[in-house]
């Protein structure tokens, strides 16, 4: 093990390998910070050029790409309310109304800092602790997931800032939604209308195109001619400093933020959307202020990009210790791997110890790159994105539809991000937020698999009960549920005995 590190670390400053990695992490950057260009369908398409490349500088390529599109996604999230990567969903909630404050450099400060922070955390634990915490995740069936989904859900209530009820209609429109195409377990065919393309299902990033991006470029054109840019962002002196300052102020927020999204990241399929709204959940639930959140704080975002750049590193946890990828990006990670003829599993840490230890390094490194590129180079990209209205609209249409159509090169994507677009745009109006219909979205393919197999399970022991009630996991996932939709009702009880007794 000794050997392989050493080899490693001499593998990790190879200069050509060096320069690989660097030129993946600003290049990621970009992708990231482009609307509908995401981890995925950067790393899908760079893979094919690693063929003739030797296995390290590959993966720190790929690796590089990774962490770098997956903090690339906050710039356009914070400057334009329109996450470049799912992941930076939260990253909107205060994000963009700093930006509208007039605080768009503290917001990208923030977003920098704290994407540096977590994305190291998440390298240390891959690089330390992958084989117990893939052991963790072994652990995880059926039930745990639907309660796990179920807790994911209950995060409705905080994100639900006008209405509680408009959240929780909203949340179950998204569970009407990921219901469409072929059961996953059955094999019925519901919602398509008789269109063979739906049988795969909504395409995700098609929907969150539609609901973040098209609102806002319709808000664009409705503001007069006159205000030319959507940012008042211009960078200024000293800002950098202080925001810094009070982040390193705040370490149980980061480490916290951090911890969230690696676990997440371990668990197969849950993502880093997902682990950016849990942890914004928790930093709302542990804020002694909790109605500064969704109205422009930094906490908010330092919350959002702590926990799903840790979740990258989380994430390839179980992919190389079991072949299991925790998220979309980690499974063409999977495709590289075997590619250079490596399966995951103990021969990583042993016939392949020096590639793989190589790769491990690299990441603690590349998240060290991000956070130096995303300091100096953000404010580059984002004078690209601060343009007149006039051209910036055009841009953001064309980027949009250019992405919904590459997903799967299906011109009735498109016609479904416009038409979801509209929804978001109505809906919008009307006081409903998209982050609740995008959660069950998100969480309906994973609770509907959980539980329809748990009740299988059920039938299989005899007894339902058992099988949803006396897991150890998912006792402690219900208990989470309880104390999750409980509070912010206390809470709400609280601030109307408060407000009835200053009357």
């Not at 179950?172 to 469409?180: C, E, Q, R, Y």
């Not at 390193?248 to 880093?272: D, E, H, M, Q, T």
Request: charged content about 10%; aromatic content about 10%.
């Amino acid at each position: 093990m000794t050997e392989n590190m050493l080899v490693a670390i001499g593998n990790v400053f190879d200069p050509a390998s060096f320069l690989l990695m660097t030129l993946g992490v600003a290049g990621g950057i970009i992708v990231g910070a482009l609307p509908g260009l995401t981890a995925t369908m950067a790393l899908a398409l760079l893979v094919p050029f690693t063929f003739s490349m030797n296995a390290y500088a590959s993966l720190m390529m790929l690796g590089g790409v990774y962490v770098g599109a997956m903090y690339g996604g906050c710039i356009a999230a914070i400057l334009v309310n329109t996450p470049g990567t799912p992941a930076s969903i939260a990253t909107t909630f205060d994000g963009y109304p700093l930006t509208k404050k007039g605080k768009a450099e503290h917001a990208l400060v923030t977003a920098a800092f704290s994407s540096g922070i977590g994305g190291v955390i998440g390298a240390l634990i891959l690089l330390f602790l992958s084989p117990p915490l893939a052991e963790a995740a072994l652990k995880f069936g059926p039930p745990e997931y639907f309660w796990l989904s179920v807790f994911g859900l209950t995060i409705i209530a905080t994100l639900s800032t006008g209405s509680m009820l408009k959240g929780l209609i909203g949340g179950a429109f998204g569970l009407l939604l990921s219901t469409v195409g072929i059961s996953p377990i059955g094999g019925d065919m519901r919602f398509t209308f008789g269109f063979y393309q739906f049988q795969a299902g909504l395409e995700l990033i098609v929907v969150l195109i539609g609901f973040f991006c098209i609102p806002e470029v319709l808000a664009m054109i409705e503001k007069k001619l006159g205000e030319q840019t959507i940012t008042s962002y211009k960078p200024q002196k000293g800002v950098a400093k202080q925001v810094i300052l009070e982040l390193i102020k705040k370490p149980v927020l980061l480490i916290r933020s951090s911890l969230i999204g690696a676990f997440v990241g371990i668990v197969p399929g849950a993502g880093g959307n997902i682990a950016s709204l849990m942890a914004y959940n928790e930093a709302v639930r542990f804020s002694k202020d909790k109605s500064k959140f969704g109205t422009g704080i930094i906490d908010g975002v330092a919350a959002s990009e702590a926990s799903n750049n840790a979740e990258v590193g989380g994430s390839l946890v179980p992919l190389l210790t079991l072949g299991i990828p925790g998220a979309a990006p980690a499974a063409v990670m999977l495709g590289a791997l075997m590619i250079q003829g490596m399966r995951p599993g103990p021969e990583l840490y042993t016939t392949y110890g020096d590639i793989t230890y190589t790769f491990l390094f690299s990441f603690v490194l590349a998240n060290i790159i991000m956070l130096v590129l995303g300091f100096y180079g953000s404010r580059h990209v984002a004078r690209v994105i601060n343009l007149p209205v006039s051209m910036l609209a055009p841009i953001v249409v064309f980027l949009t539809i250019i992405g919904s159509y590459a997903i799967r090169n299906n011109m009735l994507d498109v016609g479904m991000m416009v038409f979801f677009g509209l929804i978001g745009y109505i809906t919008k109006k009307t006081g409903f937020t998209p982050g609740p219909i995008v959660l069950g979205l998100i969480l309906g393919p994973i609770a509907e698999n959980g539980l329809v197999q748990s009740m299988l399970m059920g039938q299989a022991a005899g007894s339902m009960f058992q099988v949803f009630f006396t897991r150890p996991i998912s006792v402690v996932l219900i208990i989470l549920c309880v104390i999750s939709v409980a509070l912010p009702v206390i809470s709400s009880i609280r601030n109307r005995k408060g407000g009835a007794s200053i009357a």
